[in-house]
């Protein structure tokens, strides 16, 4: 990529760390946006800085927020009884779409994974555990995904809680295998939630 400026060489390079992006696209959306106004670019630039610097992670549930605790979390009006956990805020937002479920939640940020070499401490177990301790909580319910990885969470994480003497339960089957929740409609949801089974 000798013949493009440096500084143009460092955008595609940038580009090209995203999700889903390779180099060519990196190349199109780099010239597209050396194309555009000054303002357009700049906008794009603060929406990026502003999003990285404000977003922070709920204390209590760990999903991304702009305050201290999300809004779920600061509710008064959210059974505090229950805990859904999932494995990013995505899988959060998909069951909140439903407006069905009125328990907590817990982000995860991710699953465990022997193969990408990914352990319980790389995941927000630790913070999960440490909320269990509260009295209120009667049921831990686990949505993590269908994968091998969800799975494999979900069987460590009833490990871990039943010697608690908290009620774990497991989203029912209808969410295929491998698949992600976050593209599963919401009646598919809603019957896997409802399906639940204890574990
Ligand atoms: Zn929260």
């Not at 460590?156 to 003497?165: A, F």
Request: overall charge neutral; glycine content about 8%.
């Amino acid at each position: 990529m000798d013949y493009y400026s440096s500084k143009i060489r460092t955008l595609i390079e940038e580009l090209s760390r995203l999700p889903g992006i390779g180099a060519k696209s990196a190349t199109r959306m780099a010239f597209h946006l050396i194309n555009q106004p000054q303002e357009t670019a700049d906008r794009l630039a603060d929406a990026i800085r502003d999003a990285r610097a404000g977003v922070r992670l709920c204390r209590t549930c760990c999903t991304v927020t702009d305050g201290e605790e999300c809004p779920i979390c600061a509710s008064t009006a959210r059974d505090r009884s229950t805990i859904m956990v999932v494995e990013n805020p995505r899988d959060l937002a998909a069951y909140e779409k439903t407006g069905r479920y009125n328990g907590l939640y817990h982000v995860l940020h991710g699953a465990i994974s022997p193969a990408l070499g990914i352990g319980p401490s790389d995941i927000k177990l630790k913070e999960l555990m440490m909320r269990l301790q509260d009295e209120q909580v009667k049921e831990v319910i686990i949505a993590t995904n269908s994968t091998l990885e969800g799975e494999t969470t979900a069987a460590y994480l009833s490990k871990l809680i039943r010697p608690l003497g908290i009620l774990t339960s497991r989203i029912a089957n209808g969410i295929p295998v491998g698949g992600d929740l976050e593209s599963i409609d919401e009646v598919t949801l809603l019957r896997a939630l409802e399906g639940r089974r204890a574990l």
